[in-house]
């Protein structure tokens, strides 16, 4: 499985997908790649070719309280636009990354997005305390979709 973080180190809550993706990398999960993209998201369609299981973790600006976690099964359906990449300076969001490797038929089998909501993606912004604490629980849902996966795999339980 690969798990692939997106954000900016120093754009506030946008660091939101990196942080994520760290903790999970400290979990030593068996069979897990990790993988952070701080750039053109466009290279994603390459990062997960050949990938059956593909998670991305980004921040999103929603209408929600900071560190709310979203998850869209996006093999099955399309990210919705306003909650994906909305605060990000990518210049092209994972909205539109997904529905661009849907219309090539190159989305991996499983895409599972997790957004964590943020609050200011300003440059030089702290991360937002419940944002951090968000990050943190996306380990526990990595788990969950190792489970999901390979339910005899005998991988880590909280």
């Given amino acids: 499985m690969l798990v692939i973080g997106v954000g900016q ?4 809550d946008d660091a939101a997908g990196l942080l994520a993706v760290r903790h999970v990398g400290q ?3 068996p069979g897990v790649t ?8 466009l290279g994603l369609l390459e ?3 050949g990938e059956a299981n593909v998670i991305v973790i980004d921040a999103v600006s929603a209408p929600a309280p900071a560190g709310t976690i979203w998850r869209w099964e996006a093999h099955a359906a399309a990210v919705p636009a306003e909650l994906s990449g909305a605060g990000s300076p990518h210049g092209w969001g994972l ?18 997005i997790f957004g964590i909501t943020g609050e200011d ?9 419940a944002v951090t604490a968000a ?12 489970r999901e996966i390979n339910p005899l795999g005998g991988h880590p339980r909280s």
Avoid: H, Y
Wanted: charged fraction near 20%.
């Fill in 9 to 12: 180190e120093f754009q506030g």
């Fill in 27 to 29: 979990l030593a999960l």
């Fill in 34 to 41: 990790i993988r952070e993209v701080t750039g053109d998201l």
């Fill in 47 to 49: 990062m997960w070719s």
């Fill in 95 to 112: 909205a539109q990354t997904v529905a661009l490797g849907r219309l090539l038929g190159c989305l991996p089998p499983r895409l599972i």
């Fill in 121 to 129: 993606f300003s440059r030089g912004a702290a991360v937002n305390p």
């Fill in 135 to 146: 990050t943190r629980q996306i380990g526990v849902e990595v788990k969950g979709f190792l």
